[in-house]
């Protein structure tokens, strides 16, 4: 059995208590997490196993909860977040009720002792500007200036104490996102990373009045910390020393020599040549030389030759706030660039320029909000008033998209709607239309003008209010009726056309993610932990886990309730459509995809419904014991 304990908070009255997990069969925080996976009144996060341990990647802190976005239990994770946490002495914290007002939430550890208080504060005066802030960062820097000294005796790595902050969506959304960066030269830094997906931003300010957590503490963990053990069991497996197998399985995360270029932001653009998303996902109905040339053009020769001549040539590389060789946080002064948020707020807002991106993903990220899920409604209105589905006074709107490829000035027009969509943020925080989802909003306007502005709409569905935009790849693994969708919880590549084979693989895939977010991991490391995370658990803790079967039972637990509603927007089904003639064009003797394109080529919506009732018949059946 792990030993762990659990710190519950009571947020009304400020009264806590610290208790040992029990429960034999928890080893990581989505087995504990789901002991409230449907209680409202909870909020959950932790640390795995091995957060005060010496491998690399291991000090990730996990979200779980109701999400408000998704409608179900959701889990949403940062990077680095639990390098400071472990000194609490404490594996999980549950939160239950409310502040009677907006608070800051104060966790310290000192000489065995755990200190846990509230403040309250007026979130929206700080939003507002602190220093020479807004949002987010002005709040982050406001906690750490009013509590640093407090923390001057706590264990220093990456500074003495860790601030989980939130902006003004997550108040007026269910979009609201939690970011974090680790303290450097007495400051917070710039590189601030985020739990996003899911808006549990959302559910710690409105369900239970949380606007900032602040921790740090005296505690270490000397049993984790024997760099000869876990050398050996990377040895054993892989006859290489942990360092050495952990950058070589980071590769594509610091740089890869294959595209000259790094991180997530390098190598995905480097790659993804005629499948980019690019205007509201309508880069679907071009041509393969049509994609290419906006590829060409627009990314290739100016979006991603910026970056790497800003961000890669220079080697501007951090770490999320714990020590590791993949150094996957690509850097240009004060603008973080990673591909899903510069996907969404960039190509498929009509946006190929990095000073235009990082505008409009700085401010998204000053407002809190979840950039791909924001980017989903900024890129849909912006199609919207490009087809005059809806006019721009209607919405107090000043600015018109230029979403004409063909005539397209990659200055000028990236910057003409980086502003608009700086505008549509502003709209999405005040027009309570836009504030629960992009699901929602569509029908609300067709509701109220008689259009159909659902049929451009990109989201998946889930029960009756549910929503996310997901992950920017053109793959049908990307619109599966999983459970939990808006992470990597399904198969994302582009490889199959078969639904049902799809449907099995994404249960996979969703059951080996879940080795790396119950053992508090960065699914970048994934090319070992899949691999090795069940041989160090079994070994250092002395257990006889069966990492599969044990995740499986989890996935099957949260798939019990599956409420994933079949594709609402015909610009979905097109884009799982228009994927299968791409992939019968590459793979032209695959009989699958001649199949399903005869199919949907007679009836477009029975074939949709078809195809996705087969995607989800595949993950029943890969869930059966």
Known sequence: MIPQKVLYINATDGSFRVEDVKDEEVIGPIDFALKYAYDDNKFFFGAGALAGSIIPGTRRLIFCGHSPLWDNFYISTMGGAAMIFRHLGINYVVIENACNDYSVLRLKRKDN??????????????????????????????????????????????????????????????????????????????????????????????????????????????????????????????????????????????????????????????????????????SIYLSDDERIKIHNDFIKNHYLKQFNEETIKPKHFKTCGETCPAMCKKMRGEYKKDYEPYESLGPNSGIFDQRAAEKLNHYADAMGLDAIQAGGVVSWVMECLDKSIIKKEDFGLTLMPRFDWKNFDIINDSNNNAELGLQIINMILSNEIFSKSIRHAAKEIDKKFGVKSINLAVYNAYGEQGCMVPNMYWGPGLFSPMPIMGKYFQYYKYSIANPYELGKKNTERMIKELYSDNSGCCRFHRGWIEELMQDIINRHFKLNIDFFAHHKKIVQKINQNNKSVFWESERVIDINFEFLKKFLKENPEDKDAKEWIERFEKDKLKAAKEYWEEIRKGISDGLRD
């Open 113 to 282: 002792n755990i200190i846990v208080s509230f403040e309250p504060v007026n979130p929206e005066e700080i939003w507002k500007g602190y220093k020479d802030k807004i949002g987010f960062y002005a709040l982050q820097e406001y906690v750490f200036d009013k509590y640093k000294n407090e923390y001057d005796d706590c264990i220093d790595e990456f500074g003495k104490l860790r601030i989980l902050a939130t902006g003004p969506a997550s108040l007026k959304t269910n979009m609201g996102a939690i970011g974090s960066a680790y303290i450097e030269a007495d400051k917070p830094s710039f590189v601030d990373c985020w739990a996003g997906r899911g808006g549990i931003g959302s559910k710690l300010v409105q369900k239970h009045k949380i606007i900032a957590v602040v921790y740090g503490g005296d505690y270490k963990d000397k049993s984790l910390t024997n760099t000869d053990e876990f050398n050996k069991y990377f040895e054993e497996k892989f006859q290489k020393k942990m360092m050495i197998k952990d950058m070589e399985a980071t590769i594509k995360y610091h740089y890869d020599p294959k595209y000259e270029s790094g991180g997530t932001f390098g190598v995905n653009y480097s790659a993804t040549d005629t499948w980019l998303f690019s205007f509201n996902y309508s």
